[in-house]
């Protein structure tokens, strides 16, 4: 017996080739004799899907009855099943004949030769002629117009596969079957093509494809790899586990992996395609060193450390920790994260140390440890499929996070409610049960009135409260006043909206809360997370399965530079740098003691410089002079530095105003891990040789404190590259959190999720498990969240708001992205205004005209982008364009608790710009290549 009922609900016992098995009640017959180490042909089978049953290769025969179809027949109890016989053989062969025989023969030909599920089928039936005619009938037979997305018609088997992985998968509902018999075909749209039927690129339809007739152009160009490897994508805080193929040393394409715990398989256009940056020819490759004149030269690597070294230590000597200042990455490892904080701490004797979740999600950290005993988010994505409500707010993840944006999708067309807060009328919002289409600046005013509702009309969990929270009476005083009328007159959301949306999420039984950038960066944005945390908690909302609070954090490794300490306040883990036990384990590792100095935030550091008491800084893979606010206030403190050193791939705006700039590596190149929204740990894999010239990230901080006389304990001896498990294992050492995590443990269980206490600890998908929190009473803070305006408003001169955000095609600055075929796409050419159609008459403007677009700090120009997905009042733009500048027009406003900038919320105006030759003809669609945006200050 090969299974017994022990354990199993509803359990059914079967036999499967003599041998009895019993498996849970409505399994399939072809997943239960899989269990059973058997198994048939399948052509239009997924596990991914539902069972679809249109290629009938995977009969079966039944004890006393005819044969069924496999994947979709539930077993019965007490049948007899068989996978292989004579009759069935039969079956298949005249099968798979009548499918060649609208199929090419001229295999060899074939890109899917070797590895095509059709021929293995032939090939284990015996067919080699079919006696059918073969007409081939299809025209065009091939569709080569799409950049990553190449079909052949000819070679289609009819599986729907494509169709369904596009549907079920991506939940984008582009492809369909088009046609009968002989003429099947598949279309995009109304067979308009991919690009216009809005197809979102993430070559789904391409993976599941059982033969060549979908197919990327990185198998046709350079054949099958040489060998595959399993890293962990390094664009959003998604995760997605990635089979890199490579082939004479270079990526030819990337898959996703099908084992992956984040993506289960699935990845975006981004994590797919999206990966020639690394064999550009832009990449730097030697070091540079600013000359008197302002220019660059090329310079040796023991040239450039030297100067590094030689200055560091002048800094370091003379100025104290208040000369110097570290940005860290969120684009690099937890080890190279690490290894930073510590080069600013034991080698510089300084806590100024930050990096970009301070500009992003430094709200929702702080927000989730004041108040739960966390800084990071509650649940794993896979819990939206537990949820019965998902609340999302402030986000936009079918853009900026696909992969989990189609999980949500998912979950909603399988019945999960969906209320939406978004200025933008966005893809999840046309989903929505409730869409609530807030002001820009006002989420705290419309989540204070949900919680007037739920405490005003009964819908909280008093029981709850008084066993796990602390904080209620004072939050309660705090919200009197907020009702939903009062909350309309400030975000201009019906009032009967709010309250539907309170007692919807009042009423759930496992309701979670999702927020993006929109709440973080919006104004005031640890007060909107103190809300919706204050929510989960009344109503006993956390804790739980598929209930809970949780930020959907923007770049791949944002949660993990902050996990391992590269923040001024706190170590790793985040111990605080004051905390006396945190301090005397640090010095005991360390062998130093911590330093005490209040450490700088990156926008504190850009006022030292320009005050001129920071004199050093060095820039670890981040472009703060494009992606930062008020950019003239952050150039001009780059300037007024002594000594700058910044560390990139890519020459950018910041490393313009570097004394030396050094050439780091991509994820593709490096090892380590990286720690994703959900908390999840996982292995990062060297998939390629770094380039020569180039020195992996870690290895240069670690080669310059040894150049400056400090062992930081990353190596294995001098003179030897970063080992970074035993930076792992120093992190686990010094991060109770983090007790159990190591390197042998990743490669055993692929991931593990934080809190991992020790090394017999499973990890902890959900926290707070029973409603006990990790703060040091164990229970719930609620918290006050006072209204306030945003930091700034429209008036008369500037009467629209400006908000921004990511786009589909493009990563942060694009520094990646707009070095890959990405840019061969329509959508991912250039920056526009998204503009209402109301709006753009108002003010005499067209589609595709050019705008100037200015705020109280500068203007930009760009084309117009009339599209009803911005609503009235709104304009909406991406900062992913170096030439078009946007976070110029941005302010200096910053969240109180944090310093996070308020990028979501900028008052301007736009005007029409005279047109010129060239702009109409850009303006009806002749020319689709980008052109430098004006800027003016």
């Not at 091939?142 to 599986?159: A, N, S």
């Not at 005083?477 to 919807?504: K, N, Q, Y």
């Not at 007060?527 to 959907?552: D, H, L, Q």
Request: net charge negative; charged share 25%.
């Amino acid at each position: 017996m090969i299974a017994t009922a022990d354990g199993i609900p509803n359990p059914v016992t079967v036999t499967v080739n003599g041998s009895e098995l019993t498996v849970r009640e409505g399994t399939t017959v072809l997943e239960a004799l899989r269990s059973a180490g058997s198994d048939v042909p399948t052509l239009c089978y997924s596990d991914q899907m539902k069972p679809y049953g249109a290629c009938r290769t995977c009969l079966v025969e039944v004890e006393g009855r005819k044969p069924v179809a496999s994947c979709h027949t539930p077993v019965a109890e007490g049948a007899s099943y068989r996978t292989h016989s004579p009759k069935l053989t039969r079956l298949r062969r005249n099968i798979t004949e009548l499918i060649v025989s609208d199929h090419p023969l001229d295999c060899l030909d074939c890109t899917a030769n070797g590895r095509c599920d059709l021929q293995d089928l032939a090939q284990d039936v015996g067919l080699r002629t079919p006696r059918y005619e073969n007409p081939r009938t299809h025209n065009p037979p091939r569709d080569d117009t799409h950049p990553f997305i190449k079909l052949e018609m000819d070679k289609c088997i009819g599986c729907a596969l494509c169709v369904r992985a596009c549907d079920e998968v991506q939940g984008s509902f582009i492809l369909g079957m088009e046609g009968r018999g002989y003429d099947t075909r598949v279309i995009a749209g109304n067979d308009t093509g991919f690009e216009e039927a809005q197809c979102v690129s993430c070559g789904q339809c391409v993976l599941v494809c059982p033969v060549a007739a979908l197919e990327e152009p990185g198998t046709r160009e350079h054949g099958l790899p040489d060998r595959q490897i399993t890293t962990t994508c390094s664009y959003c805080g998604v995760g997605c586990s990635l089979n890199v193929n490579v082939k004479d040393g270079r990526v030819i394409n990337i898959e996703p992996n099908a084992e992956g715990s984040a993506n289960l398989g699935h990845a975006c256009v981004k994590g797919r395609f999206a990966h020639q940056f690394a064999h550009s020819e832009d990449r730097l490759t030697s070091p540079l060193i600013r000359n008197a004149d302002g220019s660059f030269r090329e310079a040796s690597w023991d040239e450039a450390l030297d100067l590094i070294t030689t200055k560091f230590t002048e800094i370091r000597d003379r100025h104290g920790p208040e000369g110097y200042a570290s940005i860290s990455s969120s684009r690099c490892t937890n080890e190279e994260n690490y290894l930073m904080q510590k080069f600013a701490r034991v080698v510089m004797g300084t806590n100024s140390i930050d990096n970009c979740s301070r500009v992003c999600h430094s709200p929702s950290a702080y927000g989730l440890g004041q108040a739960l005993g966390t800084g990071a988010g509650t649940n794993p994505f896979e819990d939206v499929h537990l949820s019965d409500l998902i609340v999302l707010v402030g986000a936009n993840p079918t853009e900026a996070h696909p992969v989990f944006g189609s999980r949500i999708k998912q979950a909603v067309l399988k019945g999960c409610k969906l209320i939406v807060l978004d200025p933008r009328n966005i893809e999840l919002a046309r989903m929505a049960d409730l869409h609530l289409p807030l002001r820009p600046g006002s989420n705290v005013a419309v989540i204070n009135a949900m919680q007037h509702v739920l405490i005003e009309e009964g819908l909280i969990d008093t029981d709850f409260i008084e066993r796990h929270a602390t904080g209620y009476e004072e939050m309660r005083v705090e919200l009197e006043g907020c009702t939903p009328e009062w909350a309309a007159e400030i975000s201009g959301v019906d009032p009967e909206l709010i309250r539907r949306a309170a007692r919807m999420y009042g009423a759930a039984e496992a309701a979670q809360f999702l927020w993006g950038l929109g709440v973080t960066e919006a104004g005031h944005g640890s007060n909107s997370v103190f809300g919706m945390i204050n929510m989960a908690v009344m109503t006993g909302n956390i804790g739980r399965p598929g209930a809970g609070t949780s930020p959907i954090r923007g770049q791949n490794n944002v949660q993990g530079a902050s996990d391992v300490g590269a923040l001024p306040d706190v170590f790793s883990d985040y111990r605080k740098v004051t905390d006396e036990q945190a301090r005397a384990d640090h010095r005991r590792v360390w062998g130093i003691e911590p330093p005490t100095n209040h450490g700088l935030r990156i926008p504190d550091m850009f006022d030292a410089a320009i005050a001129g008491t920071l004199k050093g800084m060095y820039v670890l893979a981040e472009d703060v002079a494009q992606s930062d606010p008020n950019t003239n206030h952050v150039t001009a403190a780059l300037e007024s530095l002594d000594f700058l050193v910044v560390q990139e791939i890519f020459m950018n705006p910041t490393a313009e105003f570097a004394d030396v700039v050094l050439p780091g590596t991509t994820f593709l190149e490096k090892s380590g891990t990286f720690v994703n929204s959900d908390r999840r740990i996982q292995r990062v894999r060297p998939v390629i040789d770094p380039l020569p010239g180039t020195m992996i990230d870690g290895d240069i901080v670690n080669t310059i404190a040894r150049r400056m006389g400090v062992d930081l304990g990353a190596d294995d001896g001098p003179g030897t590259p970063v080992n970074p498990a035993k930076v792992m294992d120093e992190i686990a050492e010094l991060s109770p959190k983090w007790g159990g995590v190591s390197y042998d443990r990743l490669e055993e269980h692929g991931f593990l999720q934080w809190p991992c206490w020790d090394p017999d600890h499973p990890g902890t998908p959900v926290v707070h498990a029973g409603g006990e929190t990790l703060r040091p009473d164990g229970k719930a803070q609620l918290t006050r969240t006072p209204w306030q305006e945003p930091g700034e408003l429209p008036d008369d001169e500037y009467p629209m708001m400006l908000t921004t955000g990511r786009q589909l095609f493009h990563y942060n600055v694009g520094t990646m992205t707009r070095r890959t075929d990405i840019v061969k796409l329509d959508q991912a050419q250039e920056e526009t205004l998204r503009i209402h159609p109301r709006d753009a008459r108002r003010l005499d403007i067209r589609h595709g005209e050019m705008v100037e677009v200015t705020s109280r700090r500068g203007s930009v120009k760009v084309r117009a982008e009339l599209t009803k997905a911005t609503n009235r009042g709104t304009v909406f733009m991406t900062f992913h364009f170096p030439e078009s500048r946007t976070n110029l027009l941005i302010g200096a406003a910053v969240d109180e608790f944090t310093g996070c900038p308020e990028y979501k919320v900028c008052a301007v105006r736009i005007e029409k710009v005279e047109a010129t030759p060239e702009a109409d003809e850009r303006s009806e669609g002749r020319d689709h290549s980008p052109s430098p945006a004006e800027v003016t200050v």
